[in-house]
Antibody, heavy 122, light 110 residues
């Protein structure tokens, strides 16, 4: 059974870079027709899609975050990562990693990690 | 890209039905049949309940159904049960390869 697990610092200082990793277990990250996502949820607020990456390394980003986001993938470690630069208090959120199928598979976020809370404070 | 619009809240008594709307634009909900719905209980990760407008993943009760008309999608929960009390979010694929979520709806079982 495929599982996703987020890891990384729970506290980031303003203006610094947030870095998180998602480890995929129970299956390969190098599978065609599936994409690996980062999604966040500020406390008490709604979900926001940050971006996704294919095992080939092609990445897609939310237009509103594109200038600050980098998503990368390490197929040898079965992991993908998120970097968000110049963080502010508005970036404080629970960050989820997830997987979605491509066009032929419905494009739904079918598997989610448990989420990790990131606080932005000096 | 703005979030899809959902009503903040909806409610119903056990056994009744509740319908949640999700309004987008011609660039997202109106352009594709890639609308999905997620259920989120407090402190938990979201769970997909509907994908491609009206398809149910294995294991999701048939009390959950989805539909779409133009740029508005809808989720209906029939025969409400206590465990259906949760937040619900819609999501849509958007032109140019990205995704947008709805504002979220809190469903209360009275």
């Amino acid at each position: 059974q495929l599982q996703l697990q987020e890891s990384g610092p729970g506290l980031v200082k303003p203006s610094e870079t947030l870095s998180l990793t998602c480890t995929v277990s129970g299956g390969s990250i190098s599978i065609s027709n599936y994409y690996w996502d980062w999604i966040r949820q500020p406390p008490g607020k709604g979900l926001e899609w940050i971006g996704s990456i294919y095992y080939s390394g092609t990445a897609y980003y939310s237009p509103s975050l594109k200038s600050r986001v980098t998503i990368s993938i390490d197929t040898s470690k079965n992991q993908f990562s998120l970097k968000l630069s110049s963080v502010t208090a508005a970036d404080a959120a629970v960050y989820y990693c997830a997987r979605h199928g491509g066009a032929a598979l419905g494009r739904a976020f079918e598997i989610w990690g448990q989420g990790t809370l990131v606080t932005v404070s000096s | 890209q703005s979030a899809l619009t959902q009503p903040p809240s909806a409610s119903g008594s056990p056994g009744q039905s509740v319908t949640i709307s999700c309004t987008g634009t011609s660039s997202d909900v109106g352009a594709y049949n890639y609308v999905s719905w997620y259920q989120q209980h407090p402190g938990k990760a979201p769970k997909v309940m509907i994908y491609e407008v009206s398809k149910r993943p294995s294991g999701v009760p048939d009390r959950f159904s989805g539909s779409k008309s133009g740029s508005t999608a809808s989720l209906t929960v029939s025969g409400l049960q206590a465990e259906d009390e949760a937040d619900y979010y819609c999501s849509s694929y958007v032109v140019s390869d990205y995704y947008v979520f709805g504002t979220g709806t809190k469903v209360t079982v009275l």
